[in-house]
Nanobody, 125 residues
C-alpha cells in the first residue's frame, strides 16, 4: 500500500514558477514508477509526466514537453513537478500517482495503482 500526499499548490501569477511535490508513505516508493496528472476546470484528468523507478527516464505529454520537469528523490520518498513560465491554462488540480507496472511509458490513468488527493494550482493573468 502506498499513500500519496501532494503539496506546493497555490496562487501564482502568469510567468512565475511553481514546484509541486508528492510525498509517499511506506518503504516501497522506489519500487513504483510515478506520474503526474492534472484536471483543468471543465476537463477530464489528463496525463502530464511520468518517471521510472530509478528516476533515469522521464516521459511527457507532447503538449507540455520542454515546459516542465519531473524528478524524484528516492531517499526522501518524494516526486516533484517543476513548471516555469506558468500560463493561466496551467490552472488545474495536480495529482500524483504511483504504478507498480513494469511497462513503459505509463501515460494512462489505468496504469496507476495509487493516487493522491490533488493540489490546486491557480495561475492568474
Amino acid at each position: 500500500q502506498v499513500q500519496l500526499a501532494e503539496s506546493g499548490g497555490g496562487l501564482v501569477q502568469a510567468g512565475g514558477s511553481l514546484r509541486v511535490s508528492c510525498a509517499a508513505s511506506g518503504r516501497t516508493f522506489g519500487c513504483h514508477a510515478m506520474g503526474w496528472f492534472r484536471r483543468a476546470p471543465g476537463k477530464a484528468r489528463g496525463f502530464v509526466a511520468a518517471i521510472t523507478r530509478s528516476g533515469l527516464v522521464t516521459y511527457y505529454t507532447d503538449s507540455l514537453k520542454g515546459r516542465l520537469t519531473i524528478s524524484r528523490d528516492n531517499a526522501k520518498n518524494t516526486v516533484y513537478l517543476q513548471r516555469n513560465s506558468l500560463e493561466p491554462e496551467d490552472t488545474a488540480v495536480y495529482y500524483c500517482a504511483a504504478s507498480a507496472s513494469s511497462s513503459w511509458p505509463l501515460s494512462r490513468r489505468y496504469n496507476y495503482d495509487y493516487w493522491g488527493q490533488g493540489t490546486q494550482v491557480t495561475v492568474s493573468s
